[in-house]
């Protein structure tokens, strides 16, 4: 009864808002952090897929580079260190329009662009090599048979892997409150020092990232089902 009576004053007022505000903020990080996300991969995973060597290596030095460093460090390399190189006009503007917010949500979206080219470059592996070869042989060029018809295929093929990757870029929004963007972890954080309700504050964010996930992996099912291929 404590948690679901004694803490609908938090919903309201000053401190509702403080907590609206925080997951508004983790869900636009999480749109524009994907939106890079999934742009990049598919670029990686096409490029990875030229068979040129110079290419496929360079793709895995950045897949592995993502994924072996943790990401915390990414995201303060990024704000401490990329930012500081940028011409002062340009850090003065940053500062003054959300610096953290863009510097975070660019480090999430490669990062995770790494994994999302990793599972479509599996999906394109799946796919027959007669298609691209018939696709080449109607006149196509290659990065025209690799958007009309190769990665299409691959993205149903690996709808499940990239609502995983969805759901993992998702919660990995909170490691932003390091650099001190308003999240919703960040937000709960300052209203616990202010309230000291701790226990009911971080139920109440727990509710909210948990209510996002299954939104998410509902969503996943929805497109899963639209899109699935004939015969599986």
Same mark, same amino acid.
């Given at each position: 009864?404590?948690?679901?009576?004694?803490?609908?004053?938090?919903?309201?007022?000053?401190?509702?808002?403080?907590?609206?505000?925080?997951?508004?903020?983790?869900?636009?990080?999480?749109?524009?952090?994907?939106? *890079?996300?999934?742009?990049?991969?598919?670029?990686?995973?096409?490029?990875?897929?030229?068979?040129?060597?110079?290419?496929?290596?360079?793709?895995?030095?950045? /897949?592995?580079?993502?994924?072996?460093?943790?990401?915390?460090?990414?995201?303060?390399?990024?704000?401490?260190? *990329?930012?500081?190189? !940028?011409?002062?006009?340009?850090?003065?503007?940053? +500062?003054?329009?959300?610096?953290?917010?863009?510097?975070?949500?660019?480090?999430?979206?490669?990062?995770?662009?790494?994994? /999302?080219?990793?599972?479509?470059?599996?999906? *394109?592996?799946?796919?027959?090599?007669?298609?691209?070869?018939?696709?080449?042989?109607?006149? !196509?060029?290659?990065?025209?048979?690799?958007?009309?018809?190769?990665?299409?295929?691959?993205?149903?093929?690996?709808?499940?892997?990239?609502? +995983?990757?969805?759901?993992?870029?998702?919660? +990995?929004?909170?490691?932003?409150?390091?650099?001190?963007?308003?999240?919703?972890?960040?937000?709960?954080?300052?209203? %616990?020092?202010?309230?000291?309700?701790?226990? %009911?504050?971080?139920?109440?964010?727990?509710?909210?990232?948990?209510?996002?996930?299954?939104? *998410?992996?509902?969503?996943?099912?929805?497109?899963?089902?639209?899109?699935?291929?004939?015969?599986?």
């Amino acid at each position: 009864m404590a948690i679901g009576f004694g803490s609908l004053d938090l919903l309201q007022g000053e401190s509702g808002q403080v907590l609206f505000k925080g997951l508004l903020a983790t869900l636009e990080l999480t749109a524009l952090a994907w939106l *890079i996300a999934f742009v990049v991969g598919i670029l990686l995973a096409v490029i990875r897929s030229s068979g040129l060597r110079w290419a496929d290596g360079t793709v895995a030095v950045y /897949v592995a580079y993502h994924r072996n460093v943790p990401l915390l460090v990414q995201i303060l390399f990024w704000y401490f260190g *990329i930012v500081t190189l !940028l011409p002062m006009a340009a850090q003065r503007w940053l +500062n003054g329009h959300g610096g953290g917010f863009v510097a975070g949500a660019i480090a999430i979206g490669l990062c995770m662009a790494a994994y /999302v080219s990793e599972d479509l470059r599996s999906g *394109i592996r799946a796919i027959s090599r007669g298609q691209l070869e018939a696709a080449r042989a109607i006149g !196509l060029t290659f990065i025209q048979s690799m958007r009309y018809v190769v990665v299409p295929q691959a993205l149903r093929n690996v709808i499940p892997a990239l609502v +995983n990757e969805t759901l993992l870029l998702f919660k +990995n929004t909170s490691l932003l409150m390091a650099i001190g963007v308003g999240e919703l972890t960040y937000a709960s954080r300052q209203l %616990e020092t202010q309230t000291f309700r701790t226990f %009911e504050i971080f139920a109440i964010t727990t509710v909210c990232y948990l209510a996002v996930s299954i939104l *998410i992996m509902l969503g996943g099912r929805f497109l899963e089902r639209r899109y699935k291929i004939a015969g599986r």
